[in-house]
């Protein structure tokens, strides 16, 4: 493993400010003095209806994907349970969703109304728990639903981002 100090260094978010969605800038620039992609943080008490994910980055100029997953837990051997997946593809201009469940992957979902997501542009993705669901928001404009696969949503605690893209804030 790398030592804590290097720039390549995973950043682990303990304290939990990754759930608070009122947080000022200021708290942010504290929790979060870095943004580094690939990023892996906790989410305090994991998911529950009614908690919302904020994701806002830029995307980079000449990107093929990026990701974000909400996992449980960060166990990469065995692999965690992956409750949602959004996979923004470039080439193809799709937003993939998807879950893994025990090491198997379900069926993959890629209808979208438009692809929300413009090289070197900023984007805000929301992702809302709701009781029988995700809702996904993309700019302000509800892009799709995904039905939960994993049914302990408290167990839902992580969050990976990856791919082409800047992180300007999480919330």
């Keep these: 493993p790398l ?10 978010i ?8 009122l947080g000022s800038p200021v708290q942010a620039d504290v929790y979060f003095p870095r943004l580094i992609v690939p990023f892996c943080g906790h989410i305090k008490g994991g998911m529950r209806p009614g908690k919302k994910i904020l994701v806002m980055g830029i995307v980079d100029l000449n990107p093929e994907s990026f990701g974000i997953s909400l996992t449980c ?10 409750a949602i997946e959004l996979k923004a593809v470039f080439t193809d201009r799709q937003f993939v969703r998807n879950s893994c469940v ?3 992957w379900g069926e993959e979902q890629s209808s979208i109304p438009y692809f929300p997501f413009i090289p070197d542009q900023p984007f805000r993705v929301e992702i809302l728990c709701e009781h029988p669901r995700f809702r996904i928001f993309v700019d302000g404009h509800q892009l799709f639903d995904f039905y939960h696969r994993i049914e ?3 167990a839902i605690d992580t969050i990976k981002i990856n ?3 800047q992180l300007t804030k999480l919330g």
């Design 102 to 104: 025990a090491g198997e």
């Design 152 to 154: 302990t949503l408290s």
């Design 3 to 12: 030592p804590e100090r290097s720039p390549f260094y995973l950043q682990k």
């Design 14 to 21: 303990e304290d939990g400010h990754l759930n608070n969605s």
């Design 73 to 82: 837990g960060e166990s990469e051997d065995p692999p965690a349970d992956v």
């Design 163 to 165: 791919g082409d893209l």
